[in-house]
């Protein structure tokens, strides 16, 4: 059974940092790209970044460049989301989503509708 799981969200000041993981399980090590997507009260899901299946490819919304990280240890089948110098607009649940298509082990996607599992979510609340 395919399954993500995040974890690491919470509640942090602006400014601080947090590191969000999304744990893979039945999934073969490195085929697979993840997307990391939020979805704020009242809006629409938007991507945040994704990353492919080798690692040797990312990708950022231009709100979270500079700022956001993603990397990914394929040992442990888990991706990472580093956030730094967060920002009350940073508020959302945060998911995290399998693309499993052909090509995903070389390039990622920022489309939601593209990817095939999802995890159930982490709030992340930025507020002081």
């Known amino acids: 059974q395919l399954q993500l799981v995040e974890s690491g969200g919470g509640l942090v000041q602006p400014g601080g940092s947090l590191r969000l993981s999304c744990a893979a399980s039945?999934?073969?090590?490195?085929?697979?790209?993840i997307g990391w997507f939020r979805q704020a009260p009242g809006k629409e899901r938007e991507v945040v970044s994704c990353i492919s299946g080798s690692g040797g490819s990312t990708n950022y919304a231009d709100s979270v460049k500079g700022r956001f990280t993603i990397s990914r240890d394929n040992a442990k089948k888990t991706v990472y989301l580093q956030m730094n110098s967060l920002k009350p607009e940073d508020t959302a649940i945060y998911y995290c989503?399998?693309?499993?298509?052909?090509?995903?082990?070389?390039?990622?996607?920022?489309?939601?509708?593209?990817?095939?599992?999802w995890g159930q979510g982490t709030q992340v609340t930025v507020s002081s």
């Open positions: 039945g999934f073969t090590a490195d085929y697979y790209a």
């Open positions: 989503a399998a693309d499993l298509k052909l090509f995903a082990r070389l390039r990622c996607v920022r489309a939601p509708n593209e990817y095939d599992y």
